[in-house]
């Protein structure tokens, strides 16, 4: 079963728009950890943040903004003011305590590719 | 300047052939990790290693073999046997093999089949 779903596949806006990524996951642990991560058209996954289950307190860097809600299980990502830079495709992710198994290793949503035209 | 790489970025496989991607890392990370990415999809995990000689299936490791003979290197090899071994390789690490610690990923091999 997916456990990080990204309904939204692709997203088109123009720049200076803000936009919203969305990100609901599914978890039976009490403690689990989210991440973003940005893939660019290079290919490389680039490291956003990471919220771990304890701390629902909103987060902001510079454009970039996430609000972690429990009550909804959902972990969505703002970025204000976009730029053509931000294009590229976003991933969600989970990494949850009780997964030792996998070597904790991340469960990520199918992603949502971002395009920011001039 | 610290970081993973991952060699070739572009490679090309007759059926039949085993081929081995390259993994390196320089950031003394204990945890190392192979994922696929097919289009329009999330990463998939095919293996982890948390410490030197000693590594674990993933969620899809048929068809794939790994070695971690040293703690900076992790090569994957695509054996005869994966059936659809086209896609986007990546490779990661974190300095150890906990729920917290973020991965570092490389830059990927693109794996294509001719």
């Known amino acids: 079963a997916q456990k990080v779903t990204q309904a939204q596949t692709e997203i088109s806006v123009v720049e200076k728009e803000d936009v919203t990524l969305d990100c609901v996951y599914e978890t039976r642990d009490t403690t689990y950890y989210l991440f973003w991560y940005k893939q660019p058209p290079s290919g490389e996954l680039v490291f956003l943040i990471r919220r771990n289950s304890f701390d629902e307190q909103n987060e902001i860097s510079g454009r970039y903004s996430w609000n972690f809600q429990k009550s909804t299980s959902s972990f969505n990502f703002t970025i204000t003011a976009s730029q053509v830079v931000d294009s590229a495709v976003y991933f969600c992710a989970l990494s949850e305590a009780s997964n030792s198994n996998s070597g904790y290793a991340l469960n990520f949503g199918k992603g949502t590719s971002l395009l920011v035209t001039p | 300047d610290g970081g993973i790489t991952q060699s070739p970025k572009y490679l090309f496989r007759k059926e039949g052939q085993n081929v081995t991607l390259s993994c390196e890392q320089n950031l003394n990370h204990d945890a190392m990790y192979w994922y696929r990415q097919d289009p329009g999809q999330g990463l998939r995990l095919i293996y982890y290693?948390?410490?030197?000689?000693?590594?674990q299936k993933g969620d899809i490791a048929e068809g794939y073999s790994v070695s971690r003979e040293k703690k900076e290197s992790f090569p994957l090899t695509v054996t005869s046997a994966q059936k659809n071994p086209t896609a986007f390789y990546l490779c990661?690490?974190?300095?150890?093999?906990?729920?917290?610690?973020?991965?570092?990923f490389g830059p990927g091999t693109r794996l294509t089949v001719l």
């Open positions: 990661a690490s974190s300095r150890q093999g906990n729920p917290y610690n973020e991965q570092f």
């Open positions: 290693s948390q410490i030197v000689n000693d590594f």
